[in-house]
């Protein structure tokens, strides 16, 4: 009985193990059926068409969150759309001398903005473009304005009959919480150093200070002026005809009997009013035909570089420079893409440092700081690199203030857009109590210490005298630490940097000025800088560095992005939730950015949210 017994069970496991195998082998090939029909195919270039520029969502140094997620939230549209600059203008630059591509299309109206400075990179990258002879042609229902500043670099801008340009200026405006916390009964315990750091004002007042509005005028004159610039010198219009455009378009529209388009094309804002159609036609007559669609023969920006990048690519052997991309807030701990954290840029900074062919490093900043000690982490290891020979070259996007400019300090040379936002050099700390919020309700705390300071920080307490104090004198300590460093880091005396710190942002043409910048100049003049100075040749090699994919992470992000193809074809997507995601978005951002700052050990911070609109 007991061999019959093992003998059926060797039966019954040996045809289990043949049906798990043909399990796996039936799931294989479902797999690789689902891959055929869904996964893309490799992009091919025409011999003949147009470069389509169609970014969608905000321009952004580094695509934030998970990969993962973000393929997932994509897949639904519920993520925050996002297109890489660097994509943009390596594509723009590459086609510039490819014979196969005869002209650049501006199709914006996804964009929804980025910041100036961005918008300049990739303008400086479309007037490249023109100025090789090939012609740039901008389409769209109407222009925003951000769209509308890379819509100014192309030869001919087309607008709908039916569409506008609206430009406002730009403009600064904040929720301020004091009646609602004074309602809720809730202490919020500030504490700053510089009479500029306003970060907390919207806890303590009711309206902008007049210290604030005094530092805010200027550097948003500086940016306002600094697009009036860039767009009359692409569109060749007298300098006065954005502003003018802008502050008469009431009178203008009126005086045209409403009709926005007209308005813009009598204003010289656009060549043409066509629709998108006739801007096809005239398209195709350009670069052919693409029978199979039935409109002109485009290439979007996102196949040309599939196509392209791997030929061209920068080859990452050999002596070359790193670029390290420090994006979003500066926190403590490993953070995904769009969070700056300390301990992963301390790795790929040390990754940089142990290479002995990477000869220079280019930290490029677009953040608005964070954690206090966080970034003082990352600052060491821009100076390690430095003791040990190797050129850090500084170069700040849209936004490098507070901690972003902390982190920025120490390299040999720092380089800004003229519309980037720096400085900002104070400190801040809040501490929000509820004990008179719990009151309200009947609940009170009460208990005994060894000591004053025992429960001194439980937030259902109110904050005591001597934790006041002591958080107050930690606050005006890491200022003078900032202050310190920066004059150190910057070869000036204390007296000199204190006068142009105390928490005041600067636009990037003013802190040149004042000596918190060394140059002026793109993503590309800090690139080439690093490389002069560790003695590389015109055509030098560039690695970005990034925390890389484990095995299982990136198999996950692959089937990921399949299923993500797979569901969003079988699911609907809900127009009513992507709608009200979309306009919850700026809330949930700012809760979000609270609450990733709360994690904070130290709870002090170098942070400034200078965001324009």
Known sequence: MRVLLALLGFIWRTLDGVRKVLHLLLLLIVFAVIVALVAPRAPIVPGEAALVIAPQGVLVEQLSGDPFERAVAEAYGQGRAETLLRDLVDAVRMARDDRRIRALVLDLGELTGGGLSKLEELGGAIREFRESGKPVIALGEGYDQAQYYLAAHADEIYLDPQGAVLIQGYGYYRAFLKGAIDKLEVDVNVFRAGEFKTATERFSRQEMSEEDREQVSVWLEALWARYQEGVTAARGLAPEAVSTYVEQLEPLVRARGGDLAAVALDSGLVSGLKSRREVERQLIEMVGEDEREHTFRGVPHWDYLAATRAARSLRTKGERVAVLVASGEILGGYQPPGVIGADSSVELLRRALDDDEIKAVVLRIDSPGG?????????????????????????????????????????????????????????????????????????????????????????????????????????????????????????????????????????????????????????????????????????????????????????AVRTQALAARVLRALVPRSELFTSARRMLSPLEEELARLARLAADPTQTYYYCPCTVE
């Open 371 to 555: 954690s206090m000690l966080a970034s003082e982490i990352i600052r060491r290891e821009v100076l390690a690199l430095r003791r040990a020979g190797k050129p850090v070259i500084a170069s700040m996007s849209s936004t490098a203030a507070s901690g972003g400019y902390y982190i920025a300090m120490d390299a040999d040379e720092i380089w800004a857009s003229p519309s980037t936002l720096t400085g900002s050099i104070g400190v801040w700390a809040i501490f929000p109590t509820v004990e008179r919020t719990l009151g309200k309700v009947g609940i009170t705390v009460d208990g005994v210490g060894t000591t004053p300071l025992a429960g001194a920080l439980r937030p259902e307490r109110s904050l005591g005298e001597p934790a006041r104090n002591i958080l107050q004198a930690t606050v005006e300590h890491a200022y003078e630490v900032f202050v310190n460093a920066v004059a150190q880091a910057r070869e000036r005396s204390v007296e000199e940097i204190d006068a142009v710190a105390h928490g005041r942002v600067w636009a990037g043409v003013d802190a040149v000025e004042r000596g918190l910048v060394d140059k002026l100049g793109s993503y590309r003049d800090a690139l080439d800088a690093a490389a002069e100075r560790a003695g590389l040749g015109d055509d030098y090699k560039v690695e970005y560095l990034e925390m890389p994919l484990g095995w299982r992470q990136a198999l």
